[in-house]
């Protein structure tokens, strides 16, 4: 059951799961993807201090198994991803995904993909034996791969095979993903369930990849009404951003009554991010993740997009301590900060302009809010 009344801090025990052996592998140097952004967060959570405290713990996750990746990817789509990272080439690779410029070939991401998805298959074992509250992985948040199809950096669907190992335990699952990108392969995993409520904040698929997550996408037979779409437009700044979680998100995961939470926290709507248009501070972030805190139910946490690594670190390092009641421990703002442009601590900044968008973002943010208070809010009596 969820707790609505405002609650004192509370311990809780909280994983960041993290395989050294995840550090060995990187996309082309090429690829706006970097996989060093985990690696930097880690960085940063050891110098402030962030990772030995009393409940915040760390561990390594596991590879995940091909008979675990068969419960959403194709086995033909698993054999080409191996081939291909032999160096086998085959015809399937095009249209399968493989071999573009988002999701190009190379050695090591049959691997790479294998220990990020089985991290967060980890973090879901650890929160479902109650070794965990609260279970991180900043090297997961593949939501765009379709079961036999790689799509805009992601080859394997770490959180939709999490999901589904959760709803498959039982459990009432409630997904949040807060990438700039919809998550399209997320939604597409559950879009005929009722056991798993997706709910997507991102910039509007008419300006931005992959052109889908739209009000009227609301999930079709048993899963109808339980796949929400928060589309937003160019420019959302911070108070767009927590009015459309507090009018739409929040309510919808609230009357759904989940079980347990599971988090994609891409930071690729932080203002200055190259391959979007959002102007996000983190501290938006940090503000929905204290109201989810709220729920007092067991969070898994994924990483995803981010494509400015310094932002995208410190964002990520800022989650961290906020998930696990530590945020800014160090008295030394700059702890564990060399080389950013910003010496405030893991928070942004304010940004006191809006580059003369507001108007137009809130206007027509309102239009996106009216079409979801007449389809998927009220389909839940909201």
């Not at 339980?226 to 507090?246: M, S």
């Not at 709507?269 to 709220?294: E, K, W």
Request: with cysteine; aromatic share 8%.
């Amino acid at each position: 059951m969820i707790d609505t009344s405002p609650s004192r801090e509370q311990a809780r025990k909280t994983v960041l799961i993290h395989s050294p052996e995840i550090e060995r592998y990187a996309y082309p140097d090429s690829s706006p993807f970097k996989t060093q952004r985990a690696v930097r967060t880690r960085s940063i959570l050891l110098s402030m201090g962030l990772l030995n405290g009393p409940t915040a713990t760390e561990r390594p996750g596991e590879q995940a198994s091909r008979e675990e990746l068969l419960a959403l990817h194709s086995a033909d789509y698993l054999d080409v991803l191996q081939k291909a990272d032999a160096g086998h080439f085959e015809l399937d690779f095009l249209s399968m995904g493989l071999g573009s410029e988002d999701c190009p070939v190379f050695s090591g991401m049959w691997d790479y993909s294998r220990l990020a998805c089985g991290a967060s298959l980890t973090g879901a074992r650890l929160i479902l034996s109650g070794d965990a509250q609260i279970a991180i992985n900043f090297s997961g948040g593949f939501h765009h791969a379709m079961p036999d199809r790689a799509s805009g950096f992601c080859y394997l669907n770490d959180v939709a095979l999490a999901c589904k190992l959760l709803a498959d335990s039982g459990k009432r699952v409630c997904t949040i993903d807060l990438d700039v990108h919809h998550g399209d392969g997320v939604q597409a995993a559950f879009y005929s369930r009722s056991d798993v409520l997706t709910i997507s904040m991102h910039e509007s698929g008419k300006t931005l990849f992959p052109g889908t997550g739209f009000e009227d996408e609301v999930g079709s037979g048993p899963g109808e009404g339980f796949c929400a779409n928060v589309p937003l437009p160019v420019g959302t700044y911070d108070g767009a951003y927590r009015l459309a979680f507090e009018e739409a998100v929040e309510p919808l995961a609230r009357a759904y009554r989940p079980d347990m939470l599971v988090v994609e926290l891409g930071m690729d709507g932080l203002a200055g991010d190259p391959l979007a248009h959002l102007n996000l501070t983190n501290n938006v972030f940090a503000f929905i993740l204290q109201r989810l805190l709220s729920f007092r139910i067991p969070i898994l946490a994924t990483g995803g997009g981010g494509y400015h690594t310094e932002h995208t670190s410190r964002g990520w390092a800022l989650c961290f301590s906020v998930l696990s009641g530590q945020e800014e421990p160090s008295s030394d703002p700059e702890a564990g900060l060399d080389g950013s442009e910003w010496h405030g601590g893991l928070r942004d900044r304010a940004l006191l302009s809006h580059g003369g968008q507001r108007q137009r973002v809130d206007e027509e943010l309102e239009a996106t809010l009216e079409r979801l208070r007449a389809g998927i809010l009220s389909f839940h009596g909201l």
